[in-house]
């Protein structure tokens, strides 16, 4: 039978004797309260506890322990919330990451470094900023150069965080500060710029030029972002006149063609007429100093030949007569001999005699250079020749002595 049958009144299973918990042992054939009235002493406790008013004095004895149950719950409620929210608060930071503060929405001065780290959550705001990565972004659209011309121009541009606090605090939506900055930037630098100069050689310092302007624009703003490398990637004229450049292009690149091949044309000549010139310069130099030394030497062989005709005058004429015959007679192999007294010329073969006097062999039309003995024998031939002709000794031909060396 159940505790609160009527029947059962009398037994109590909290071993009470009273109609209440905790109170006298004179009810005990009072039954416990009912479900609704543990609610409604429950719902009291709870009021008095966060400064409520109870609803009557009766029930103040049996409350006690139901206060006691609330008040733990409570508690233990609270700490695991303590326990939750501290355990939110931890966080790691990568090696190429900074993290940056707010609590309660002002900046904190210390920017989180890598590693574990705790924040109070709720209180503490953290923003974590990679400053390591190159991020790129990509720019293209159509520009109006300084001479008027219509240019597309494609251009990428490689950045990284500098200033994480900067690029957290002061600007709302720094890449789109940069996405404007850029484009301002090339549109500057295009719009100074000459056509032929986007389109050839002038893109490295296009690129340089924007890089530069855009890095001024981001400082200014105050982003903390650093503009590493900007590259012109694509610049062509619009497709309506793209096939007149592609003309262009092409007589530029003849041009330059044509001027390499002549400068390398000229460089294999220059040397060449250059080296022309300094061997026919240094054989006019080596003529003039062998003329200047043969009529130096002629002139004091003069000057030699004149103290000695000044001593002997007769002596010299007769020596100076010898040395030319025998210059002219040295240089010839034939000699024709006039003999006095008669019409008739006589032939002298020189080279044949010359010839045998020199054990046989035969020389023609070359200078001999003969000992005095060998002159000597050529003159006596000479001599039988022209005795053997004229009968007599008129013509007679002498070997000069101490000239055989000639």
């Known amino acids: 039978m159940a505790w609160n049958e009527p029947g059962n009144k009398g037994k109590d299973p ?28 429950a719902s009291e406790k709870l009021n008095n506890l966060f400064g409520g008013k109870t609803g009557g004095s009766g029930g103040s004895g049996g409350g006690g322990a139901g206060a006691g149950v609330s008040a733990g719950l409570i508690s233990g409620v609270l700490v695991l ?5 501290a355990a939110l608060g931890f966080y790691t930071v ?4 900074r993290g940056v503060v707010l609590r309660f929405g002002q900046l904190h001065e210390e920017v989180v470094m890598p590693g574990l780290r705790w924040n109070p959550p709720i209180v503490d705001e953290v923003t974590k900023v990679n400053i390591s990565q190159v991020n790129s972004r990509s720019y293209a659209n159509d520009m109006l150069t300084t001479d008027e011309n219509i240019v597309n121009v494609s251009v990428s541009v490689q950045f990284i965080v500098q200033d994480p606090v900067q690029y957290v605090i002061q600007v709302r939506q720094p890449q789109n500060g940069l996405d404007q900055g850029v484009e301002s930037a090339i549109r500057h630098v295009v719009g100074s710029t000459t056509m032929d100069r986007v389109l050839t050689q002038g893109r490295a310092e296009v ?15 105050g982003t903390g ?10 610049a062509q004229p619009p497709n309506a006149v793209q096939s007149a450049f592609d003309d262009v292009i092409r007589a530029r690149e ?25 061997r026919i310069i240094e054989q006019a130099n080596a003529y003039r100093d062998q003329v200047i030394a043969r009529a130096e030497g002629e002139a004091d062989r003069f000057e ?35 003999i006095e007294g008669g019409n008739n010329m ?26 005095e003995q060998q002159m000597r024998d050529l003159a006596e031939q000479v001599n039988r020749e022209i005795s053997a002709s004229s009968g007599s000794d008129r013509g007679r031909v002498q070997a000069l002595p101490g000239r055989g060396g000639r």
């Open 14 to 41: 909290w071993g009470g004797g009273g109609g209440n918990r905790g109170g006298g042992g004179n009810g005990g054939d009072q039954g416990p309260p009912d479900l609704d009235e543990v609610i409604k002493k």
């Open 81 to 85: 919330a303590i326990v939750i929210w």
């Open 94 to 97: 990568d090696e190429a990451e």
């Open 207 to 221: 690129a340089a030029e924007v890089r530069e302007r855009s890095q001024r624009y981001m400082d200014h703003y």
């Open 225 to 234: 972002i650093l503009v590493t490398q900007v590259n012109v990637e694509n």
């Open 254 to 278: 003849d041009e330059q063609r044509a001027q390499n091949q002549a400068l390398a044309y000229a460089n294999r000549v220059v040397p060449e007429a250059r080296g022309e010139a300094q």
């Open 304 to 338: 030699l030949l004149l103290t000695e005709y000044q001593a002997s005058p007769e002596v010299m004429r007769e020596r100076l007569y010898i040395d030319a015959m025998q210059d002219v007679l040295n240089a010839t192999s034939k000699v024709l001999v006039d």
């Open 346 to 371: 006589m032939f002298i073969p020189l080279d044949r005699m010359m010839g045998q006097a020199v054990d046989g062999q035969i020389v023609s039309g070359q200078r001999l250079n003969l000992d």
